[in-house]
């Protein structure tokens, strides 16, 4: 459904979107034989506010139609040709119902991404999976030994194959492999047959609840029911993904990062006189403990803070406060936390503040924080977490400085990432899949402060003077889960900040051994291990 290239397409809405375009990025520098598919979203029908595709996109001349309702909707076939570092570049194909065919309701199915109402939900899926599979045959696809179902979103092409298969299952489940990336039932969708039978119409197979579930259509279980091998994001997620299926077993592929993308300019400079080939080869950077001097990993880092720190001080709609006074400006020398989450209840934004007296005892005058994240229109829920974000900056105003963005998008995300000195992730375990930001972060000598949930796991145990980590002590039944957390992490923070500035030789050592960890953590492994694991048909 989202794919991340850059910021003026309107692909994307988060984390998934990112890791799609890092892992295509990826394939395109490694070569491989891939092509992808997503929709475009046009945002509007007015002149001047309408997404331009013209600008970015190719416009093919062959459409495909789908049946919606029992009417046959044009769908338009857009591409881009993702260049790489290798010959070979990535076709992505973009599939848009904003044809002038089309009725207006038609058109608007592909107008915003992740509609909030089932039906245009189900168009959008139906017009990802059908329509994708049949644009890949009309443009010349037509000798795939792979669909891979990137979520359950894209699982209806199930239905397309099942058809140019004469309903043979098990030729189906040969052709398709599935990731799923939510760790939590909420995530993932469920569609009253009801609605599917009267959207999809003539599609459903007449032993679709054999596949979808019984009591509704889940995506989900359609895509582990039609595929020959399926995988969860992390290890821990495995054994989410296991609890959550037992009827399934998953193999796993842990996230990483396409490092070329994240790197920030002044480590950039530095990790290229270390390591030749580095961007082709990122396993190199696991020897980055012993290639650099830990002064100039220290002098780098600073340079892109400084950028950082000017750019907040510079837009004051940034403080939530009417009068903005020079002491409410950041500063270069004080240790600098970032937690850009979504704003969904299991993320905990206000967890750092739950025990407020610690917590100005222990940060005050030492400690900056920086929130980011958007807020939908009529996402009750996120503006609500903002406020309560802005009330405690209040309370810490002249102690603690608090920054809040509601703008995060890739360019936002790149500076935090490349100038925050800790990263900070402290959702309800086990709630994150994976999470990347943090190797992002850590590529750019940031030290991660997590609870141990996610890919965090794996890197805390690959390297423990990567960052720090706290949340897996056993709590007693009926304990405030958020009390407890909030009690472990303020420990941790407070050797954090002792370290930071008390223990200056540790803390340069630690941002050398961060920077490590995307020696594993970068989509350059994942590619690998997606074709040897996943994509690659097994004989």
């Known amino acids: 459904m989202e794919i991340a290239l850059q910021d003026a397409i309107p692909n994307y809405a988060g984390g998934l979107g990112i890791l799609a375009g890092d892992t295509l990025h990826s394939c395109a520098d490694l070569g491989s034989d891939v092509v992808g598919v997503s929709l475009i979203y046009h945002q509007s029908e007015e002149e001047g506010k309408m997404f331009n595709a013209e600008e970015f996109l190719t416009l093919h001349d062959e459409i495909v139609e789908v049946e919606i309702e029992g009417r046959n909707v044009k769908i338009m076939l857009w591409e881009l040709a993702l260049k790489g570092r290798s010959e070979k570049s990535i076709p992505i194909i973009f599939l848009s119902s904003n044809h002038p065919d089309n ?29 994708g599979v049949r644009a890949l045959e009309i443009l010349g696809y037509n000798k795939l030994d792979t669909y891979h179902m990137n979520e359950g979103h894209s699982s209806l092409l199930t239905l ?69 091998v399926s995988n969860s994001v992390s290890a821990k997620h495995r054994e989410v993904c296991e609890g959550m299926f037992p009827r399934h077993d998953f193999e796993n592929v842990t996230n990483g990062i396409y490092h070329p993308r994240w790197v920030g300019g002044e480590i950039k400079t530095l990790l290229d006189e270390a390591f030749a080939g580095w961007e082709e080869k990122p396993e190199l950077l696991k020897d980055t403990t012993e290639k650099i001097d830990s002064q100039a990993i220290v002098a780098a880092h600073k340079k892109q803070k400084h950028e950082l720190v000017d750019w907040l001080n510079s837009r004051k709609e940034l403080f939530p406060f009417e009068k903005i006074e020079d002491d409410d400006s950041f500063g270069v020398k004080t240790l600098t936390i970032g937690f850009a989450r979504r704003y969904v209840p299991y993320k905990r934004h206000t967890l750092i503040f739950k025990d407020m007296e610690r917590l100005r005892n222990m ?15 009529g996402d009750s829920f996120c503006n609500q977490i903002k406020q309560e974000v802005e009330r405690y900056s209040h309370m810490l105003r002249g102690q603690i400085r608090v920054a809040i963005l509601t703008e995060y998008n890739i360019e936002v995300a790149k500076k935090l990432i490349t100038g925050c ?46 960052g720090w980590a706290f949340g897996n002590e056993a709590f007693s039944e009926g304990e405030d889960q958020d009390a407890h957390d909030s009690k472990a992490l303020l420990v941790q923070l407070e050797d954090l ?43």
Not at 515 to 532: D, K, P
């Open 103 to 131: 009725k207006k309701w038609d058109r608007d199915l592909t107008k915003y991404l992740y509609a909030a109402d089932r039906y245009t939900r189900l168009g959008q899926e139906l017009i990802l999976g059908i329509a």
């Open 160 to 228: 397309e194959l099942l058809k140019k298969h004469n309903h043979d299952a098990k030729k189906v489940r040969d052709l398709c492999t599935f990731t799923t990336h939510t760790p939590v039932p909420a995530g993932h969708d469920h569609f009253e047959y009801k609605l599917a039978y009267s959207t999809i119409h003539k599609a459903l197979p007449l032993e679709i609840k054999e596949y979808a579930t019984y009591e509704d259509l889940s995506t989900t279980d359609l895509a582990l029911n039609l595929s020959r």
């Open 363 to 377: 940060g005050y005058r030492k400690i900056q924080l920086i929130f980011a994240g958007n807020c939908h229109e």
């Open 421 to 466: 000195d800790v990263w900070l992730n402290n959702p309800i375990p086990p709630r994150e899949a994976s999470g990347t930001s943090g190797m992002k972060a850590a590529l750019n000598g940031g030290l991660n402060l997590s609870i141990l949930d996610g890919w965090w796991i794996e890197g805390y145990n690959m390297n423990k003077k990567a």
């Open 497 to 539: 900040i002792d370290c930071y500035y008390n223990r200056t030789d540790e803390w340069a050592e630690r941002m050398k051994n961060a920077i490590s960890l995307v020696g594993h953590f970068n989509t350059h492994r994942l590619v690998n291990e997606y074709q040897e694991k996943i994509w690659t048909p097994k004989n």
